[in-house]
């Protein structure tokens, strides 16, 4: 007995349908990457939607399409209904498992999904089939466990190295996915298709009272190849509004993040592992001194460093950004405020009085309703007095947020936490804002110091932000200061208190005790003699002088 009674396909039409399969299979892919570079949810599940859409109908008429390539099927004539039916399954099975297939993070969980796909796409196939089947109790189980095997085969290839794509860009250990393997995809498509076409007994020759729905079933095959056509054109526009609502949201934040096609691959493979990133052992933290050059005491920023075995190491303005686009900004802000108030309960148990820490939250994080009480009584479970905590936020949430934002710092004023104003100076800063909001102090961006002791307007500047910050009672805090020239130039406007690289890079938090007893001083007495050492060089002393630029692992969190 023959195994397979409908023979393999002519050498002609088996090269085109090759193309042909090839071509689909980079149509899909391309559909699939736009899903998978989707950071928030609701794109997520819309760039889902349309390309399920897309993909069960670019396979549905490939499917069809084949048929075509058989001698023996050549005279038969597909009916509407079963064919819309093999549609609607296809994309189906394709919308409950594309999301998987391309965010996924376990091999495990995309095995299942392409196994998912593969028994969906072999449902829509036999449907489409079904009224030229002889008999379904008829089976070639060799056929069906070849198919099911080469189906479930080509999507999970297809999704791992689509995985192995995205990590490509963080490490030359994978690579990404290129016109061979699309080849090698569409050959096994087409010996697929063969194999799907023997799995039962099909009517063979010219079909006795065939339906006359052929019309019909031709313009519902261009139907559905501009509908996937007219998707694939939009991806462009959908991906700009998707990197426009990033760049809003990130301003929120901080001023500084790049954003291009690799900073917008590193979120979509941050969102992947994001629930297993969002725990407090994972969330570490370094901490930067800033220093007043006249008074005793230390404060400490906290910065947040991440470090992932399989993302290696992660921006940590991008994780945020990604936090703020997933909606998992408060959760993680709380988390990373329990870290450091940790840390300052530990450390003055330790004797290390003197010493405040302050840590950068996102406006949604602080305008919550449940956050001033949230903090206070999570300073009172540690013993810690209010005023050793500072909460800073960046200029442009600060000022966009009005009336709520002054609310909201005026509650924890309340609660004795000041609220510091960051990068100011860094966008279109409102001087009026200055006398209405309750904020404690401001940090002026690096910006106020590049080429300072050479600008005069920028001397100027920030003599005239001293003397303005001082008649409101506000602290000033000058972020980036990098060299002894810099250093100068800021006290003689007037600005003593500092932060940057010249004094001390930022310190992993457990060796921040050790640093604070054995070099606090020493480091406090070389920037006092800085300041009174003339020249217009570097220093001889730099023993505790960065010998390389601020990087941008040097965010705050």
């Known amino acids: 007995m023959q195994v397979f009674v409908v023979g393999f396909p002519p050498l002609l039409q088996s090269l085109l349908f090759w193309v042909f399969a090839a071509l689909v299979v980079h149509v899909c892919q391309q559909l699939v990457e736009h899903t998978a570079y989707s950071v928030d949810p609701s794109s997520r599940r819309i760039s889902a939607s349309h390309a399920s859409l897309c993909i069960g109908s670019i396979v549905w008429a490939l499917d069809v399409v084949g048929l075509f390539l058989y001698n023996e099927l050549s005279h038969h004539v597909l009916e509407l209904v079963p064919a819309l039916s093999g549609l609607?399954?296809?994309?189906?099975s394709a919308r409950l498992t594309i999301p998987t297939l391309s965010t996924g993070a376990s091999?495990?969980?995309?095995?299942?999904?392409s196994l998912w796909l593969a028994m969906g796409t072999l449902a829509g196939h036999f449907t489409i089939t079904s009224s030229h089947v002889q008999s379904f109790g008829q089976i070639n189980l060799l056929a069906t466990v070849l198919s099911l095997g080469i189906a479930t085969g080509i999507s999970c290839y297809c999704a791992i190295r689509h995985r192995a794509a995205k990590l490509s860009v963080l490490t030359p250990r994978y690579r990404a996915q290129n016109w061979a393997d699309k080849l090698l995809c569409g050959g096994a498509i087409l010996v697929l298709h063969w194999l799907l076409v023997n799995t039962f007994a099909m009517h063979l020759g010219d079909l006795e009272g065939a339906s006359d729905g052929a019309a019909l079933l031709f313009v519902m095959l261009?139907?559905?190849?501009?509908v996937a056509m007219e998707h694939l054109s939009n991806l462009r526009s959908d991906a700009g509004r998707q990197q426009l609502l990033r760049r809003g949201l990130s301003m929120m934040r901080t001023s500084a993040l790049a954003h291009n096609a690799h900073t917008d691959i590193q979120q979509s493979l941050i969102a992947d592992h994001l629930d297993r990133l969002l725990h407090p052992d994972n969330l570490a933290l370094h901490f930067q001194p800033i220093i007043h050059?006249?008074?005793?005491?230390?404060q400490l920023e906290a910065l947040l460093r991440l470090t992932d075995t399989t993302l290696g190491r992660i921006n940590p303005e991008t994780f945020l950004l990604v936090c703020e686009l997933q909606g998992k900004t408060a959760e993680?802000?709380?988390m990373i405020v329990c870290n450091a108030l940790d840390h300052l309960c530990h450390w003055r148990a330790q004797g290390m009085d003197a010493v405040s820490i302050s840590v950068n939250v996102a406006p949604v994080t602080l305008m919550h309703e449940s956050f001033a009480p949230w903090l206070g009584l999570q300073l009172a479970q540690r013993a810690l007095p209010p005023r050793t905590l500072k909460l800073e936020m960046t200029e442009h949430a600060v000022i966009a947020l009005g009336p709520q934002m002054v609310a909201a710092i005026s509650a924890l004023s309340a609660l004795g936490v000041a609220v510091?104003?960051?990068d100011f100076g860094a966008g279109y800063s409102s001087l009026g804002m200055l006398a209405e909001l309750p904020i404690a102090g401001i940090k002026c961006d690096r910006l106020f110091v590049r080429q300072l002791p050479q600008d005069r307007r920028r001397q100027k500047l920030l003599r005239h932000i001293s003397s303005l910050a001082r008649d409101l009672g506000l602290s000033v805090v000058v972020e980036g200061v990098e060299t002894p020239e810099e250093l100068r130039a800021l006290a003689a406007a007037g600005l003593h208190h500092i932060q940057g690289y010249l004094f001390s890079r930022p310190i992993a938090a457990p060796d921040v005790p050790n640093w604070h007893r054995t070099q606090l001083q020493s480091q406090r007495a070389a920037l006092q003699a800085l300041l009174h050492t003339p020249g217009s060089g570097r220093d001889s002393d730099t023993s505790f002088v960065p010998t390389q630029p601020s990087t941008p692992w040097a965010s705050g969190a």
Do not use: C, E, P, W
């Open 293 to 298: 050059t006249q008074r005793s005491g230390v």
């Open 420 to 422: 510091l104003m960051d």
């Open 88 to 92: 609607v399954i296809m994309v189906v």
């Open 222 to 226: 261009v139907f559905a190849m501009a």
């Open 107 to 113: 091999k495990r969980r995309i095995a299942l999904a």
């Open 332 to 334: 993680v802000d709380r």
